[in-house]
């Protein structure tokens, strides 16, 4: 873009001049590009190399002197010389851009890949924090859960362990079952004695209504049997 002098002021003529000297080599990273704006920079060297030589060697328009003709002729050596340097020079500069290009398009290709890799891999991690939320949530509703056994009148862990000190090194998952069999060991031990008393009262029972059967049956018998002698009774009387 073309800058007028007369509307340009100190300040923005400075930043052009501090852009003009400006390295743009210094700034590029990538091996490949670097080496292209590196080769580009020698073809522009060799551009400016011929202009200064043509503007420095004009070319004669009617040579006519020995001298003339033989420095008109080295004139147009040095300028095919140099332009067979350009011509080569851009062959590289060609080569390289085509291959920067392929370079770039791979890498574009890459990066879309590799971004298309990130997208699936931070959808997964973003399902494995939810997921990891709702086990947490579960987790601690489990914790918070007034489960049954927490209401078992089971022995105090110090008592446990007192009595089954094999038990001392089991984690507290194993140590809580093995105290919750031993409540059901002592239970069904309880539960046969129990049962065995039932028998025993059963049997008590059965004694005592086979004992009050009797004692009624011979009451019966006695009734009968006073009923029965009051004839001899009144004869006894009467002598």
């Known amino acids: 873009m073309a800058v007028d002098p007369s509307t340009t002021s100190l300040d923005q003529l400075s930043q052009l001049d501090n852009l003009a000297q400006l390295d743009i080599g210094d700034h590029i990273k990538t091996p490949q590009i670097k080496t292209l704006y590196n080769e580009n920079q020698k073809l522009k060297q060799l551009v400016k190399e011929l202009f200064d030589y043509q503007n420095a060697n004009p070319k ?100 446990f362990l007192e009595h089954f000190p094999e038990h001392k090194d089991s984690s507290e998952q194993e140590l809580m079952k093995a105290r919750i069999d031993h ?40 009734e009968k049997f006073i009923e029965e002698a009051e004839p001899i009774k009144k004869v006894l009387e009467a002598e």
């Open 183 to 222: 409540e059901h060991q002592v239970r069904v031990k309880l539960e046969e004695q129990r049962q065995e008393k039932l028998k025993k009262k059963q049997l008590l029972f059965a004694n005592v209504k086979k004992g009050k059967d009797d004692l009624t049956k011979l009451d019966g018998m006695l």
């Open 60 to 159: 004669l328009v009617d040579a006519k002197s020995r001298s003339e003709i033989d420095r008109e002729k080295v004139v147009e050596k040095e300028i095919e010389a140099k332009s067979r340097k350009i011509r080569a020079q851009l062959g590289v500069v060609r080569t390289l851009f085509r291959q920067g290009a392929v370079k770039v398009r791979e890498e574009k290709e890459a990066t879309a890949e590799a971004r298309k890799t990130n997208d699936q891999l931070l959808l997964q991690l973003n399902n494995l924090e939810y997921e990891e939320q709702s086990l947490q949530s579960e987790i601690n509703a489990a914790k918070g859960y007034d489960h049954k056994w927490n209401k078992l009148p089971l022995i105090t862990t110090e008592e």
